[in-house]
């Protein structure tokens, strides 16, 4: 084979297509924050992204966890390990509003008591008033210090500063600050089925915990 000769991959089939949503392989988050009477509210969430020290978060306007951090800015981002799936399915149709919000009357039903509905179990907080919930690999204790809409006033966006993150002692390199990555797996919301990760494909450049 000559330097000249090309190697053609085999043509893909795009098509022009209208999914109704876009969650393309999303972490899932179960967020704790205080409601009015100073209980904690437990929701999930599939859209959460890092940006170095701060997580950005997209939520329903009308959910209560929106409600609760236009005015109490305390919140707990509680990342579980994908065997939690079970628990994080059966928060989806529980909301904390009552009376539930119109837009989510077909779907949803009130429900005060979110830990026990989910079969989880909460522990407090170092720095913040919500609790963390028990079981979840790692924790991030944080507020929220910017909630705007979004474009569409669907949605609101909200930029928490993490302060504080507790992670399992299972997955954090041995003498150092550093997440292992081959022994954690985050619970990613593929296009609304539950995955974990598959086996490593590589690493970044910048990767500080990589095995030689």
């Given at each position: 084979m ?8 085999p ?11 876009l ?7 179960l ?11 437990l929701a999930?969430v ?8 701060a ?6 306007r009308s ?12 919140v707990?981002?509680n990342l ?32 005060r ?11 407090p ?29 669907r949605?609101?966006?909200v930029?928490?500063?993490?302060l504080?993150?507790?992670?399992d002692s ?14 954690w797996?985050?619970?990613i ?7 974990g ?8 450049f910048?990767?500080?915990t990589v095995?030689v």
């Amino acid at each position: 084979m000559t330097a000249e000769t090309h190697v053609t991959a085999p043509a893909r089939r795009h098509l022009v297509i209208s999914p109704s949503i876009l969650y393309f392989g999303t972490p899932v988050a179960l967020l704790t924050t205080e409601n009015d009477d100073s209980t904690v509210n437990l929701a999930p969430v599939s859209s959460a992204w890092a940006l170095g020290q701060a997580v950005v978060l997209g939520l329903m306007r009308s959910s209560q966890t929106a409600h609760n951090l236009m005015t109490r800015p305390d919140v707990v981002i509680n990342l579980p390990a994908p065997e939690m799936w079970s628990a994080v399915e059966r928060l989806a149709t529980l909301t904390g509003r009552d009376p539930v919000p119109e837009d989510k009357r077909e779907l949803y039903r009130h429900e005060r008591a979110k830990f026990e509905a989910a079969g989880l179990l909460a522990e407090p907080s170092h720095l913040v008033r919500p609790h963390r919930v028990v079981g979840c690999p790692l924790q991030l204790e944080a507020r929220a210090e910017r909630v705007q809409p979004d474009v569409t006033d669907r949605f609101l966006i909200v930029e928490a500063r993490v302060l504080r993150v507790h992670a399992d002692s299972r997955i954090v390199v041995p003498g150092t600050d550093h997440i292992d990555p081959t022994a954690w797996s985050p619970l990613i919301f593929n296009f609304r089925h539950y995955h974990g990760l598959g086996p490593e494909l590589g690493h970044s450049f910048r990767s500080q915990t990589v095995r030689v």
